[in-house]
């Protein structure tokens, strides 16, 4: 056992904490927080998570965190920067193909002289076609009546205007219910700096809130638990990626975020603030819809 996992311990007993209610409070599983008592850093998820989880281990057993941190930096392993490894090797440009000589009798002005006759005969043809065509149209027109032609181009635009105005009124029906829904979406947040980190939400039975971890600037270890102790969401959730879990239906959902300086947390869009600059997070969204 570590030196840092005894202080650790002994500071957890002295609170007269359990690992049960320490997991509650932290929101970290059980299994990681006896790894950090016993100096196994290697079941951790990573480096930037074991430093993490020490330090909210730290602080809620009343510890300074940042204090520890420094004092056992030794002890603790490095953040490591990782770089994705470039290829180096240059695109090599196609050679390129040297261009066809041209036959020497295509050059010749006999060549020339076959292709100005040939111009002339096709546009001859093409005359004469259109020409011949222009008359056999016209020996067989039939005249039209005016006032029946107008009277289907006048009925064609009134159905066409009754469609676009239906498709305009349907469109715009269905703009305003969604408008409406979004609208009743009620979020109440925790004041700045606050110790309790819980949101209230209010929405109608019709809405589908939908929860939404967008990992934006870097990794996230992710936990997300409704009230009966069920795992929604949980795991490593790598930059670039979403998790999205619909709430509806639950009345009060656990959320605990690995890496809140790298995520962007929303519900139905809107971005929730954090009520503190804590690395980890522990959120806790109360949900009423009626």
Known sequence: MSELGNLLKKSRKEKKMTLDELQQKTKIQK??????????FSVLPGDFYTRAFIRTYAEVVGLDGDEIMATYRNELPSIKTEVNATDTTATREKPKKAPREVPAFLLGKGFKIVLAVMVVVIVGALWWML??????STDTVVDKSPATSISIDEANKSGESKVESSSK?????????????????KISAPDKDSESNVYEIEAPKSAKLKL?????SGDSWNSITSSTGESLESGLLASGNKQEVELSGQTSVNVTV????ALEVTIDGEKLTFASDSITQNITLNITQK
Do not use: F, H
């Open 169 to 185: 009124e349907s469109e715009s029906s269905d703009s305003k219910e969604e408008d409406e829904d979004a609208g009743d979406v």
């Open 212 to 216: 939404v971890l967008d990992a934006t």
């Open 258 to 261: 690995g890496n809140s300086q």
């Open 31 to 40: 299994r990681y927080l006896e790894a950090i008592e016993q100096g196994n």
């Open 131 to 136: 020409y011949n065509k222009g008359q056999t």
